[in-house]
Each structure stands twice: as structure tokens, then as C-alpha cells.
């Protein structure tokens, strides 16, 4: 098994931090800013139409307050309406 392998997520995030922070070479630095930039799930949310971001930051607010429905309620009624 590699190294890596038996890494966790957060051992592997580190270390990679301090790869970045001791390095003085700009092109990796540029070649990491490049995976994260073009990664699609790295900007997503930014590709989202502006009326889709607003209401989905809505939607947020909303269930921060407590407002909404609770994710059980919603799947018992879809659960209904897929039986009819």
C-alpha cells in the first residue's frame, strides 16, 4: 500500500499545506492554483446563475433561522406522491 493510501484527508491536507508554504518554486504554486481553479467542483457554485445563487443564499438564511421544512417531512411526501 502506498503512502498516501493510509493517509487521512486531513494528514494528506496538511502536509500538502506545508509543501506549498516551504516552496519557493511560483510555477508549482501556479500548477496548484490551476487544479483548484478549473476543478469543477472547485467553483460551482460561482457558475450558478445570479437569481439561483440569491435564492439558494436565501434558502440558507432561512434554515439558519429555523424556518423551513425538516428534510423527513419533505421525504415522507415525496415518498407519497411517487406511490400514486
Known sequence: MVKNE?????TLKLDLAKKIIDTQDKGIINHIKAIFDTHPEANWFESLPDDVKASVEQGIKEADRGEGTPHTVVMKKVKKWLKK
Open 6 to 10: 493510509l493517509m487521512s484527508i486531513d
